[in-house]
């Protein structure tokens, strides 16, 4: 019993580092790829299109934060080009700013975790301001190439 | 060979004399000024964002409510040089407070400034000449209600041969063109309003459309798509055939609106800004973009496959 679950948890370890042995360019995609399943939860609530459940909501916005953790660390020098990255130049020419823009993505889903909102209306206040970020940041540090 | 040199010499001036006709600044007819009569600001306010002026006239990087003092500064960069958007606000000094609407209106239509030169099609009166006089005469109205600033935008930074304004009325005679892009056999109401805000004020053809190696736009190639004017990568193809092409009308109308795509990206670059103005129109017309986007015929993208 003992042994299968150091099986377990080694394979758990080297699962993660795995992912971690990746390109950053296709393990950036793939952040923003489980940020953007979590804003389809978060806006077709918004909208009205699924029920409100609370639970639902805290883990897409949880989900948002994982993502937002590490995602700075994911646009080391090196690979501003490749694997099809849609990452502007201002990411390494700005790096200060970026970094600001991501730590504030980070704070917001943070905070709309921790406010855990119970209903659709303390919920659209979290959204709202969580939401906000997508566009600021791609305003700036993203390039459409397709 | 005498008489040669001088049949050259009398060739070259006649060109030149008509070079010069043929590229004189346009005006209007005193016809397009009759019955407008008051403005309906709130008209105004609708086609001020229709038209995006803050997008490019406000200074580089407001928000909310600094969007509304045009002081102009924003830097263009393009393969022509670096445009400077000026400052409209209604200073009489920096700004255009003390322009007529028929200054106004020649401007917007002509491209034409109040001193009688050719204004740089990086404004895109090639768009804006097809806005209706009434709504012009709102707009204007509109636009001496928001604040002035003292805001001294620079020179636009141009080379040669592009800082020869009067050459742009030789490419205006191949450029400028009033009439509909697309040709509707029987547009429905929706598709016709649509048409009006995407090839008129909302000038998306700008950025959307290929150009050629002049800046004008090929209009074969509508909406197809092009290379990013002022930076890096592409602006989508928005036919039926391109990025888009998997999107219901109501997915268009939400973009507009929320700035979300169907699979929960987001607008980036300038089109966040862009978004931003068409989220401030009435929900109808977001939805009369989005079925004349879903009317005009498809087409392969304009821009180079990516080599990265």
Same mark, same amino acid.
């Given at each position: 019993?003992?042994?299968a679950?150091?099986?377990?948890?080694a394979a758990?370890f080297?699962s993660g580092n795995?992912a971690?042995a990746?390109?950053p360019?296709?393990?950036?995609?793939?952040?923003?790829?489980?940020?953007?399943?979590?804003?389809?939860?978060l806006?077709?609530?918004?909208?009205?299109e699924i029920?409100y459940?609370?639970t639902a909501?805290i883990e897409?916005?949880?989900a948002?934060?994982?993502a937002?953790v590490?995602?700075?660390?994911q646009f080391p020098?090196?690979?501003?080009?490749?694997h099809?990255t849609e990452?502007s130049p @201002?990411i390494w020419?700005d790096r200060?700013?970026f970094e600001? +823009?991501?730590?504030k993505?980070?704070?917001?889903?943070?905070?709309?975790?921790?406010?855990? *909102?119970?209903?659709?209306a303390a919920?659209?206040?979290?959204f709202?301001?969580v939401?906000?970020?997508?566009k600021?940041c791609?305003e700036t540090y993203r390039?459409?190439?397709? | 060979?005498?008489?040669?040199i001088?049949?050259?010499?009398i060739?070259a001036?006649v060109?030149?004399v008509?070079? %010069?006709?043929?590229s004189?600044? &346009?005006?209007l $007819?005193?016809?397009?000024?009759?019955?407008?009569?008051?403005a309906d600001?709130?008209?105004g306010?609708e086609?001020?964002?229709?038209? /995006?002026?803050?997008s490019c006239?406000?200074a580089?990087g407001a928000k909310?409510?600094?969007?509304?003092?045009?002081s102009?500064?924003? +830097?263009?960069k393009?393969?022509f /040089?670096?445009?400077?958007?000026p @400052?409209?606000?209604?200073d #009489?000094?920096?700004?255009i407070g003390? %322009? #007529?609407?028929?200054?106004?209106a020649?401007?917007?239509?002509?491209?034409?400034? *109040?001193e009688?030169?050719?204004?740089?099609p990086s404004?895109?009166? #090639?768009?804006?000449?097809?806005?209706?006089?009434?709504?012009? @005469?709102?707009?204007?109205?509109y636009?001496?209600?928001?604040?002035?600033?003292d805001n001294v935008?620079?020179?636009?930074a141009l080379g040669f041969?592009f =800082?020869?304004?009067?050459a742009v009325g030789? %490419? =205006?005679?191949?450029?400028l063109?009033n009439?509909?892009?697309?040709d509707?056999a029987s547009p429905?109401?929706?598709?016709?309003? /649509?048409q009006?805000l995407v090839? /008129?004020?909302?000038?998306?053809?700008?950025c959307?459309?290929?150009?050629s190696l002049?800046?004008?736009l090929?209009l074969g190639e509508?909406l197809a798509?092009?290379?990013n *004017?002022d930076g890096? &990568?592409?602006?989508p193809?928005?036919?039926? $055939?391109?990025?888009?092409k998997?999107?219901?009308a109501?997915d268009i109308?939400?973009?507009?609106?929320?700035?979300?795509t169907?699979?929960?990206d987001t607008?980036?670059?300038?089109?966040?800004?862009?978004?931003? @103005?068409?989220?401030?129109?009435p929900?109808?017309?977001?939805?009369?973009?989005a079925?004349y986007l879903?009317?005009i015929?498809?087409r392969? =993208?304009?821009?180079?496959?990516r080599? =990265?």
């Amino acid at each position: 019993m003992k042994n299968a679950l150091a099986i377990a948890i080694a394979a758990l370890f080297l699962s993660g580092n795995a992912a971690v042995a990746a390109e950053p360019q296709v393990e950036r995609q793939q952040s923003m790829k489980s940020v953007g399943q979590a804003m389809g939860t978060l806006a077709k609530t918004a909208k009205g299109e699924i029920d409100y459940d609370a639970t639902a909501v805290i883990e897409a916005f949880a989900a948002m934060n994982t993502a937002a953790v590490n995602f700075i660390d994911q646009f080391p020098e090196g690979t501003e080009t490749g694997h099809e990255t849609e990452a502007s130049p @201002n990411i390494w020419s700005d790096r200060a700013g970026f970094e600001e +823009a991501v730590k504030k993505f980070d704070t917001d889903t943070a905070n709309a975790v921790i406010a855990a *909102p119970h209903d659709i209306a303390a919920f659209r206040a979290e959204f709202g301001k969580v939401a906000q970020n997508c566009k600021t940041c791609h305003e700036t540090y993203r390039v459409s190439k397709k | 060979m005498r008489r040669l040199i001088g049949f050259l010499v009398i060739l070259a001036v006649v060109v030149a004399v008509a070079l %010069w006709f043929l590229s004189a600044p &346009g005006r209007l $007819d005193e016809a397009a000024f009759a019955d407008l009569g008051t403005a309906d600001l709130a008209r105004g306010e609708e086609m001020f964002w229709a038209g /995006g002026c803050a997008s490019c006239h406000a200074a580089p990087g407001a928000k909310g409510d600094d969007k509304l003092t045009l002081s102009g500064g924003l +830097a263009i960069k393009s393969d022509f /040089g670096t445009f400077y958007a000026p @400052n409209i606000s209604p200073d #009489t000094q920096a700004g255009i407070g003390d %322009w #007529t609407f028929r200054q106004f209106a020649e401007a917007m239509k002509k491209g034409t400034s *109040p001193e009688g030169t050719h204004l740089y099609p990086s404004f895109p009166y #090639t768009s804006y000449t097809r806005i209706a006089m009434s709504d012009l @005469n709102d707009m204007w109205g509109y636009l001496q209600t928001l604040p002035a600033s003292d805001n001294v935008a620079p020179d636009h930074a141009l080379g040669f041969p592009f =800082n020869i304004r009067r050459a742009v009325g030789l %490419w =205006n005679l191949l450029y400028l063109r009033n009439g509909a892009v697309i040709d509707f056999a029987s547009p429905d109401e929706a598709v016709s309003r /649509g048409q009006y805000l995407v090839e /008129g004020p909302g000038h998306c053809g700008e950025c959307h459309t290929p150009r050629s190696l002049i800046g004008g736009l090929e209009l074969g190639e509508w909406l197809a798509g092009a290379t990013n *004017p002022d930076g890096e &990568g592409i602006i989508p193809n928005i036919t039926p $055939d391109g990025s888009i092409k998997s999107w219901s009308a109501g997915d268009i109308a939400y973009y507009l609106e929320s700035g979300f795509t169907p699979d929960f990206d987001t607008a980036g670059g300038s089109m966040v800004s862009v978004q931003e @103005n068409m989220a401030k129109l009435p929900a109808s017309d977001r939805e009369a973009i989005a079925a004349y986007l879903k009317a005009i015929p498809g087409r392969p =993208n304009g821009y180079p496959a990516r080599s =990265n």
